[in-house]
């Protein structure tokens, strides 16, 4: 099985988010090594907030039954952004057999975007 999710934001999104609620607004939607990586680059936590929401997608589940942070975008030596499931995100996936990821995002100074694509043990 294959499945998918893609999602596009607009940056003043995250940044009002951020403006009024701060720190509390960082901790609901991003883990601390994610928020250690973007160091407040706006556009980059637009864009792990866009590949969290593609990965709900392709789980087939939205995001209400998974935790923001139980998706996570860390990177590997070479900046290439890795996914990290945890909890029940961990566990949906798991239940379909999704063991294989590939993300990808991107930005402008105005929107970004997430992609997400997910295997089966299967393929």
Do not use: N
Not at 7 to 35: C, K, M, N, W, Y
């Amino acid at each position: 099985m294959i499945t998918s999710g893609v999602d596009i934001i607009e940056v003043a999104r995250i940044e009002r988010g951020l403006s009024r609620h701060g720190q509390r607004f960082l901790d609901r939607f991003f883990t601390p090594q994610e928020q250690a990586y973007c160091e407040g680059r706006i556009t980059s936590l637009a864009g792990r907030f866009a590949v969290k929401e593609a990965v709900a997608k392709a789980i087939g589940t939205g995001i209400g039954d998974i935790r923001w942070v139980e998706v996570e975008v860390v990177c590997d030596g070479r900046r290439r952004p890795e996914l990290v499931l945890h909890g029940q995100a961990q566990t949906l996936a798991a239940e379909l057999g999704l063991t294989h990821w590939s993300i990808s995002l991107s930005h402008t100074q105005t929107h970004a975007v997430g992609l997400a694509v997910a295997m089966s043990r299967d393929e």
